[in-house]
């Protein structure tokens, strides 16, 4: 499967993103999702994860209440909803997918930069 995360942008503190991250193929409703952020100077952290189904999701405690990842399978499509951003934000997002879990990607997309300024 190929990932194109896109939605990325510059953003004032406490304002909103949405990203997205469009998967090609028909295997996309096969796949645990998941999104990660890599801040500058610091190592790739999970973000969220949402399983083949759309009905289990996970989050970092560091997001939670604040992003909310979601997908549509018709569209081979995943989200991920930033509200109340902060400026420990600032990353560029990954999204992955994963065969028996979206925290052990098999494939990843682009990054897309996320810069929220205070």
């Known amino acids: 499967v190929q990932l194109q995360a896109s939605g990325g942008g510059l953003v004032q503190a406490g304002g909103s993103l949405r990203l997205s991250c469009a998967a090609s193929g028909r295997t996309f409703r096969t796949y645990h999702m998941a999104w990660f952020r890599q801040a500058p100077g610091k190592e790739r952290e999970l973000v969220a994860t949402?399983?083949?189904?759309?009905?289990?999701?996970y989050y970092a405690d560091s997001v939670k209440g604040r992003f909310t990842i979601s997908r549509d399978n018709a569209k081979s499509t995943m989200y991920l909803q930033m509200n109340s951003l902060k400026p420990e934000d600032t990353a560029v997002y990954y999204c992955a997918a994963g065969v028996a879990s979206g925290r052990s990607p098999n494939y990843w997309g682009q990054g897309t930069l996320v810069t929220v300024s205070s």
């Open positions: 949402i399983n083949w189904s759309g009905d289990r999701t």
